[in-house]
C-alpha cells in the first residue's frame, strides 16, 4: 500500500519569506509526483508536477525531488496572504490514480 | 471552456437512502476518477474509468458503492444503503493525459 506522509502543519510564515513544504513517500518505484493547492471549501488545483530528481522551478515555486530519500518538497519563495492554502502532495498509484498526503496547512501572515 | 461539473452540489440524506451524484467531465477528457475526502484527511481514491474500458473499482470502500460512465462521458457514483461515515465530500476529477487531474467543484454529502 502506498503512502504519502506530510506535516500537518500549520506551517506558519511572514510575508515575503520563503515557504518549504515537504512529503515523503513509501514506494521507491513512485514515478510521478505532484503538489496541489487546495483553498478552504475549493477543490484541489495542480501547482507543479515533478518526474525527475532535482529541481522543477515555475514562477515562484520550486519543486524539489529526491528517489534515493524517497522526498519531495515545495518551496513557495516571497510568499504571499493569497498562498494560505493547503498544500497536497501527491504520487502516482497503480491505477493511474494519485495517492494524496493529507496535506500541510500554509498560513502567510501579512 | 468548461471544467469539470457536479451536481448536486450538497447532499443531505438520511441513514439508509440511497444517493447518486453525477460528474461531468472536461469534454475529451478520456479518463475520469473518483474521490472522496473526509474532513480533515486527505483524497481517498474510489475508482477509476479510462474511456470505455471496465473501470477500476479497486478502491470503492464496500459493496454499497457503485458507479458507471455512459457513452465515456457522464459518471454517476451511486451509494446505496448511506451510513453516517459516508459523509464527505465526493471529488470527481478528469484528465486527458493522466498527467494532470482536473477537479471539479465537489459534492458535499451529509447524511444523517
Known sequence: QKEVEQNSGPLSVPEGAIASLNCTYSDRGSQSFFWYRQYSGKSPELIMFIYSNGDKEDGRFTAQLNKASQYVSLLIRDSQPSDSATYLCAVTG????????????LSVKP | GAGVSQSPSNKVTEKGKDVELRCDPISGHTALYWYRQSLGQGLEFLIYF??????????????RFSAERTGGSVSTLTIQRTQQEDSAVYLCASSTSGIEQFFGPGTRLTVL
Open chain 2, 50 to 63: 479510462q474511456g470505455n474500458s471496465a473501470p477500476d473499482k479497486s478502491g470503492l470502500p464496500s459493496d
Open chain 1, 94 to 105: 497503480s491505477q493511474g490514480n494519485l495517492i494524496f498526503g493529507k496535506g500541510t496547512k
